[in-house]
């Protein structure tokens, strides 16, 4: 979690959550949308919070735990069975149990989802190709919900999969592609093969994305592709693999402020 963005300029709170008071803080000015009427409490102790809310049968206290991510709340030990839901930032708890909710606030506050394009040496490319589910690193500001394009080094030189960052975070040793004794992991999967890929050429020749820092640099490193790039190759990816569209339309992008 990259603590140094900007939220939107209407935003309440002026940057990323940093301590489980923002999350508070944040829920506060939106928990009407999710049919909350009223906090009969705020505690020390677990839970953090009881609410009333409306449903059908009436008002119920629904009880709540703040997290700045939903992976805290398994971390810190806390029992499920004692708690309904979980306001978090950032939900990277992917096999929570199935009858605690998940409120994720960056939803509500402009925080949209990023591509990157990250490069794969000869040395991964197999483990990468073997199974549709990794724990892989990942760029520190990356996010649960982020798209991954993984760059084939020479001699492939071509984007050829595309996989979605599902959490679970954790900060493990580091392998031979960087200087880090550790180094950030998450959990992915793939979201599609790209059966006919994108070549280094075609970025190169493209109008728009000859410009970019995929260009600049030569395509390694973990590189943070804008919106508008994204529409591009996009484009370029359906063109030569029709049908992928239908995959990639299930990971929309919002406008980053």
Known sequence: MDVTDKLQNNAPLEKVPQREVDVIFLFSQIFKNYEFTQIKKIQTQFPDCIAYRKTNSGLKEVRIEFELES????THGHNPEECDCIVCWEHNWYDKPEHLEVIEL?????????IWVMAVGNNYKTELQSS??????????????????????APESCIKDIFVINGQYSKENSGDWTVRKKDIFANIQRITELHSP?????????????????????????IDVT????QRLTDLMIKKNPGI?????????????
């Open 71 to 74: 992976i805290n709340f398994n």
């Open 106 to 114: 960056r939803e509500h506050y402009g925080y949209s989802r990023r």
């Open 132 to 153: 549709d589910n990794h724990s892989w690193s990942v760029p520190l500001k990356s996010h649960a919900g982020d798209i991954v394009l993984f760059y084939y080094n």
């Open 198 to 222: 994108i070549f280094f050429k075609d970025i190169k020749n493209d109008n728009l994305l000859s410009k970019s820092k995929m260009i600049r640099k030569n395509m390694q490193g973990r």
């Open 227 to 230: 919106n508008e790039e994204w």
């Open 245 to 257: 569209d239908i995959e990639l339309s299930k990971f929309p992008l919002q406008e980053r402020s």
